[in-house]
């Protein structure tokens, strides 16, 4: 046996185990998922053994779960835009400073992915409440004469996701400005680039992967949020994952429910996939 296919041997060894793990964890999962939902659901029998594909025909032939899909995906789209607006600049900030404090900056960055969505959502019911933080203040600066309706609507939605979400895009393009040469950017300064030049013309291609896998990540927690829109939007908000729970949980409906977790997986893998091949042509 040679060197080489000892070593692929050796190589495919080590990655077996994880791939068998990944396997029995997710794939069969999925599997058993997916042939539920191809089931037939009659109230008071819970699940019908068929092979019917009624439960998608009803999601995309009912308007009220298509605007969800939709709704989901605005939703999505919108926060990852803020994240990566919101988080670039902070992400530069953390990569080119020199200070001695800088672990304690990254930490700062981190601190809140300790902190269930659950907490942070009860923590945004609180100021966002008609008698919350932002009325109150608004309210004793003169601002406002009448308290907004700040909860259960969309704009706070999007807040409470954008704020569990711009840490993971910080740390994404954090981790690849860091390995941008510093040298390129007062070159491109030293040939008379103005500092939006400089930004457009190289930093923005040279941390192009940086900003995908961002964006990437943002976009499919942005379509899988659940915690989130059920407090801050409330019970009339629908988007997808409290969809999912709604009618598995509360309804029992196993085969429809099993059918928009499938549509939901499957609409963010193929998103995800376009805006990968977007960037890497474009790159």
Not at 14 to 37: D, E, G, H, K, N
Not at 86 to 92: D, K
Not at 201 to 218: D, Y
Not at 246 to 275: K, R, Y
Request: glycine content about 8%; some cysteine.
């Amino acid at each position: 046996m040679s060197l080489g296919t000892r070593g692929r041997g050796s190589a495919a060894a080590l990655v077996l185990p994880a791939t068998i793990f990944v396997a029995l964890t997710l794939l069969v999962p999925l599997a058993l998922l997916f042939r539920y939902s191809l089931n037939a659901f009659i109230p008071g029998q819970f699940m019908v053994e068929a092979v019917t594909l009624e439960n998608y025909v009803k999601f995309f032939t009912d308007p009220f779960y298509t605007t969800v899909l939709w709704r989901t995906f605005r939703i999505a789209a919108l926060v990852t835009v803020i994240c990566l607006v919101a988080g670039f600049p902070l992400a530069y900030v953390l990569a080119r400073t020199q200070s001695r404090h800088k672990p304690l900056l990254l930490i700062a960055v981190v601190l809140p992915l300790f902190v269930g969505n659950a907490v942070r959502a009860a923590g945004w019911m609180v100021a966002f409440g008609a008698k919350g933080v932002v009325n109150a203040s608004l309210l004793g600066l003169g601002f406002l004469s009448v308290p907004l309706d700040i909860m259960f609507t969309e704009t706070a939605v999007v807040i409470g996701i954008t704020a569990v979400n711009l840490p993971f895009m910080v740390l994404s393009l954090q981790s690849v400005i860091e390995g941008i040469d510093r040298a390129l950017e007062e070159a491109a300064f030293n040939l008379g680039a103005p500092p939006s030049a400089m930004i457009r013309r190289v930093l923005v291609p040279l941390a192009a992967p940086g900003i995908a896998a961002g964006c990437i990540l943002t976009f499919i927690l942005g379509m899988n949020a659940y915690a989130t829109p059920v407090l801050i939007g409330g019970p009339r908000f629908q988007t997808m994952g409290p969809l999912v729970y709604g009618q598995v949980i509360e309804q029992n409906n196993w085969p429809f429910g099993a059918a928009v977790a499938f549509i939901l997986m499957t609409a963010t893998l193929v998103l995800t996939l376009a805006s990968s091949l977007l960037v890497r042509r474009k790159g």
